[in-house]
């Protein structure tokens, strides 16, 4: 039997960061806490207002993870976490604007132009993420976005959602 109860969550989640920390995945163990302490205080009523300094520490350590685990390899380092979190946010609500029955140019487009995007770039992304061409983060971000948004949010919604983020990247 699971539990409802936020602290019985954050408390789990904890409990994995915490064996994380101690088997030497010091970062990993440290953006799994951030996120599951951002996720009971929103559960607690904290406006996104109020948590946005955490959330800024969580894509700071996130980032700082993914030029970790690139190292000194040859080609371009990863893009800020803040502009995968869009183009992975914008594919997603492209792949769900689809499932709705929507077709992929028309919901291309209405996603590419309400997050300020490049409507080619963001349909070549969005193909590459389903050839399994992009890094896993980024890949996980559109899963967990395509998950959530599936069939609760409005496209309205999902609209708001890509120009809050604009800002970040």
Same mark, same amino acid.
């Given at each position: 039997?699971?539990?409802? /109860?936020?602290?019985?969550?954050?408390?789990?989640? =904890?409990?994995?960061?915490?064996?994380? !920390?101690?088997?030497?995945?010091?970062?990993?163990?440290?953006?799994?806490?951030?996120?599951?302490?951002? *996720? %009971?205080?929103?559960? &607690?009523?904290?406006?996104?207002? $109020?948590? @946005?300094?955490?959330?800024?520490?969580?894509?700071?350590? &996130?980032?700082?993870?993914?030029? /970790? &685990?690139?190292?000194? #390899?040859?080609?371009?380092?990863?893009?800020?976490?803040?502009?995968? =979190?869009?183009?992975?946010?914008?594919?997603?609500?492209?792949?769900?604007?689809?499932?709705?029955?929507?077709?992929?140019?028309?919901?291309?487009?209405?996603?590419?132009?309400?997050?300020?995007?490049? #409507?080619? @770039?963001? @349909?070549? %992304?969005? *193909?590459?993420?389903?050839?399994? +061409?992009?890094?896993?983060?980024?890949?996980? &971000? !559109?899963?967990?976005?395509?998950?959530?948004?599936?069939?609760?949010?409005?496209? $309205?919604?999902?609209?708001?959602?890509?120009?809050?983020? @604009?800002? !970040? +990247?």
């Amino acid at each position: 039997m699971t539990s409802d /109860d936020p602290g019985d969550a954050l408390d789990a989640a =904890l409990k994995d960061a915490g064996r994380l !920390y101690d088997s030497g995945q010091r970062l990993e163990a440290r953006v799994r806490a951030l996120h599951a302490t951002l *996720d %009971f205080l929103k559960s &607690m009523g904290f406006s996104p207002t $109020q948590l @946005r300094p955490l959330g800024d520490l969580s894509m700071h350590a &996130m980032h700082e993870h993914l030029l /970790d &685990m690139h190292g000194k #390899r040859p080609g371009p380092k990863p893009k800020s976490i803040p502009q995968q =979190l869009l183009w992975a946010s914008a594919a997603a609500a492209v792949t769900v604007l689809v499932s709705r029955g929507s077709n992929v140019t028309r919901a291309t487009n209405t996603i590419a132009k309400a997050a300020g995007l490049d #409507r080619k @770039r963001l @349909r070549n %992304f969005r *193909d590459n993420i389903n050839r399994g +061409c992009t890094h896993t983060v980024t890949t996980k &971000m !559109y899963d967990e976005k395509v998950e959530k948004w599936g069939a609760s949010l409005s496209e $309205q919604v999902m609209v708001d959602a890509l120009k809050t983020l @604009r800002p !970040y +990247c």
